[in-house]
């Protein structure tokens, strides 16, 4: 353990269970000393998170539905009431319909595409808006994103697209929140195998492909991407912003399909 994150507040929005990359980060702040509360979507999440909660003295635990401006409102009301002020966010927040994260791209539906773009793109936005408020003596905001914002991956679809836009968004939102110091970055997470994850169309496929053809020739863990979001969260990332850090086992520099990669 470190104290990195020493006197530090915030919260960690996208947690479903002991799975979700949400859950690595937060065990990587906690080590480092953060204070932290979870939000998590819908009651029926609730009896998975709050035993991880309790492992991490986590007391606060919100439902938020990030499609529900209501309840985002609601969920930066309780926060205020309890801290006043926050120091970082977490965003590890996606979805779009599973039916639509395999076959052809060009097939996405107008209601899937906006409520893909809504829910893993807009909500990052929507979020920083109200956290924005609560940054008053600055602050790191982190956002989840995948390699298929950048290159076409299979079955990744309206999901690239959305990506490709929270990407954007983040360069965005760091050159409208610097003047006030708070820095905006992404990690963009190699292939983890959770609950979202395994919505992607022959998920299985690509995590074996990238652990053959990675530099590091392995996948990353959901406490790789803990460590690096540790970095960028606290002080040690303080004049980086604007960032889309790769923690994918060096897979995005790769242009050729190894030699010892056998045929998968
Ligand atoms: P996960 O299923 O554990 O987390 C996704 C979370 O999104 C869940 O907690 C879910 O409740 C939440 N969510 C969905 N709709 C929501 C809504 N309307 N309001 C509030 N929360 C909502 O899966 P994960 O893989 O840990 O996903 C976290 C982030 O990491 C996502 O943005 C995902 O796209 C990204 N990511 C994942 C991978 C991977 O391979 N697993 C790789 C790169 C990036």
């Given at each position: 353990s470190n104290n990195l994150m020493a006197g530090k507040r915030g919260l960690i929005m996208g947690l479903a269970n002991d799975k979700s990359i949400a859950w690595g980060i937060?065990?990587?702040?906690a080590d480092a000393g953060a204070e932290m509360a979870f939000s998590y979507m819908g009651e029926a999440f609730k009896k998975r998170v709050a035993p991880l909660a309790e492992q991490l003295n986590v007391d606060t635990?919100?439902?938020?539905?990030?499609?529900?401006?209501?309840?985002?409102?609601?969920?930066?009301?309780?926060?205020?009431?309890?801290?006043?002020?926050?120091?970082?966010?977490?965003?590890?927040?996606?979805?779009?319909?599973?039916?639509?994260?395999?076959?052809?791209?060009?097939?996405?539906?107008?209601?899937?595409?906006?409520?893909?773009?809504d829910i893993s793109c807009y909500s990052f936005t929507s979020v920083m808006q109200r956290a924005e408020k609560l940054m008053t003596d600055g602050g790191s905001a982190l956002t989840l994103t995948y390699y298929g914002a950048e290159q076409v991956m299979p079955h990744y679809n309206v999901m690239g697209v959305a990506k490709a836009a929270l990407e954007a968004s983040v360069?965005?939102?760091?050159?409208?929140?610097?003047?006030?110091?708070?820095?905006?970055n992404a990690i963009s997470a190699g292939?983890?195998?959770?609950?979202?994850?395994?919505?992607?169309?022959?998920?299985?496929?690509?995590?074996?492909?990238?652990?053959l053809n990675s530099p590091l020739r392995r996948?990353?863990?959901?406490?790789?991407?803990?460590?690096?979001?540790?970095?960028?969260?606290?002080?040690?990332?303080?004049?980086?912003?604007?960032?889309?850090?790769?923690?994918?086992?060096?897979?995005?520099v790769v242009g050729m399909k190894a030699v010892d990669a056998p045929d998968i």
């Open positions: 937060a065990k990587a702040l635990l919100i439902d938020c539905d990030v499609s529900d401006p209501a309840s985002v409102d609601a969920a930066f009301s309780e926060i205020e009431a309890k801290w006043g002020k926050i120091d970082f966010l977490v965003h590890a927040i996606g979805f779009s319909d599973k039916n639509e994260l395999r076959g052809r791209y060009v097939d996405t539906s107008r209601d899937n595409f906006l409520m893909t773009m360069k965005y939102l760091a050159e409208d929140l610097g003047k006030d110091g708070i820095r905006v292939p983890i195998k959770t609950l979202a994850a395994s919505g992607i169309g022959d998920f299985r496929y690509i995590l074996k492909w990238n652990e996948n990353v863990t959901i406490e790789d991407v803990g460590n690096s979001a540790l970095y960028l969260l606290s002080d040690l990332g303080s004049g980086v912003t604007g960032e889309n850090l790769h923690v994918d086992a060096g897979y995005h």
